[in-house]
């Protein structure tokens, strides 16, 4: 990778202590949290998580903090760049991401647009 090539995505300490916690609770084997797009919300698209057992085929693979992100290839165009992060709050407590290929965010929060 060279100094022009973004990062796929970057994880902070809180996000990847969150996916650790998740993968070491999960009842079944898996290998890391799979992260993707679904087109829903109010602004268009939105983060969608799941356990990933296996690599998929294409899937990008980040092995960073002592855990393991895929990144589902229809996803890849709209992550480049990002970063994950784990917040909890008061009110909340989930994933968010710094996202510079957003060009809008719903006012919830939920969902953005490129």
């Known amino acids: 990778m060279n100094a022009e090539t973004p990062q ?5 300490a809180a996000a990847a202590a969150r ?7 999960s009842d079944d084997k898996v290998l890391g949290l799979r992260v993707g797009i ?19 085929p294409y899937e990008e693979e980040i092995d960073t903090k002592g855990v393991k ?4 290839p229809m996803a890849t165009m709209y992550l480049v760049g990002a970063e994950m992060d784990y917040v909890e709050d008061k009110l909340k ?3 968010v991401f710094s996202n510079p290929n957003e060009k809008s965010r719903c006012g ?7």
């Open 19 to 25: 996916v650790k916690m998740l993968i070491e609770s």
């Open 8 to 12: 796929m995505i970057t994880l902070t």
């Open 108 to 114: 919830c929060g939920e969902s953005f647009s490129v």
């Open 69 to 72: 992100v895929f990144i589902d």
């Open 93 to 95: 407590s989930g994933f």
């Open 38 to 56: 679904s087109t829903k919300g109010c602004s268009g698209m939105s983060y969608v998580f799941e356990y990933a057992k296996e690599k998929q």
